[in-house]
């Protein structure tokens, strides 16, 4: 398991890279949805060993098509925030290309400011997500199915600091929520299974 984990990241790594060379559309396209295929191989890598079955699947659906929509209502008040930046983005943007302008340290502030936000309401919606998740887990699941969840991750690869050993279930389940049950690629796995 650490393997594929380590084989995604280093894929994701090389990919993060490829930005910068000019890529033909339809291989850029291509080798995303390769890179989904993968990282979809790696997920059900964690869900399969949980060996729900459909109705438990179908349980949980709802509570992350919820979830989807306060993800999708956060990164709308991103933009809006965004917004009303824009107009000084791109001000800040032109003076810098045709006058040499550096962008002002207020504006960077700013942004910095406004970007600790939108990392603090991300992390607040991912949070409650996997509380309201974990509730449903717990009454759709089996201890067998939750302690396997609960093991399934190396939770120092998400936080260092982390000690497992002086972890809950709960909160080892939350990272594998966090991680697995809520990314969005899980979800049409998900359904795939549940049918």
Same mark, same amino acid.
């Given at each position: 398991?650490?393997?594929?984990? *380590?084989?995604?990241?280093?894929?994701?790594?090389?990919?993060?890279?490829?930005?910068?060379?000019?890529?033909?559309?339809?291989?850029?396209?291509?080798?995303?949805?390769?890179?989904?295929?993968?990282?979809?191989?790696?997920?059900?890598?964690?869900?399969?060993?949980?060996?729900?079955?459909?109705?438990?699947?179908?349980?949980?659906?709802?509570?992350?098509?919820?979830?989807?929509?306060?993800?999708?209502?956060?990164?709308?008040?991103?933009?809006?925030?965004?917004? *009303?930046?824009?107009?000084?983005?791109?001000?800040?943007?032109?003076?810098?290309?045709?006058?040499?302008?550096?962008?002002?340290?207020?504006?960077?502030?700013?942004?910095?400011?406004?970007?600790?936000?939108?990392?603090?309401?991300?992390?607040?919606?991912?949070?409650?997500?996997?509380?309201?998740? *974990?509730?449903?887990?717990?009454?759709?699941?089996?201890?067998?199915?939750?302690?396997?969840?609960?093991?399934?991750?190396?939770?120092?690869?998400?936080?260092?600091?982390?000690?497992?050993?002086?972890?809950?279930?709960?909160?080892?389940?939350?990272?594998?929520?966090?991680?697995?049950?809520?990314?969005? *690629?899980?979800?049409?796995?998900?359904?795939?299974?549940?049918?």
């Amino acid at each position: 398991m650490k393997r594929v984990l *380590l084989a995604v990241l280093l894929i994701v790594s090389i990919v993060a890279a490829a930005p910068a060379q000019t890529v033909p559309d339809a291989t850029a396209k291509r080798s995303d949805a390769i890179l989904s295929r993968a990282r979809q191989l790696d997920l059900l890598n964690h869900i399969l060993p949980l060996v729900m079955t459909k109705d438990q699947i179908k349980q949980l659906l709802p509570a992350i098509e919820k979830c989807r929509a306060k993800v999708k209502q956060v990164i709308q008040r991103e933009a809006d925030n965004l917004k *009303l930046v824009e107009i000084e983005i791109d001000r800040a943007y032109e003076d810098g290309v045709k006058k040499g302008a550096v962008p002002s340290k207020e504006l960077l502030n700013k942004l910095n400011r406004l970007f600790i936000g939108f990392a603090i309401l991300r992390d607040a919606a991912a949070s409650e997500n996997a509380d309201d998740v *974990l509730a449903v887990m717990k009454s759709a699941l089996n201890e067998g199915q939750l302690k396997t969840a609960s093991k399934s991750l190396d939770i120092k690869v998400y936080n260092p600091k982390a000690e497992p050993d002086k972890m809950s279930d709960d909160e080892k389940i939350k990272y594998f929520i966090r991680d697995v049950i809520l990314d969005p *690629l899980a979800y049409d796995l998900l359904v795939a299974l549940s049918k």
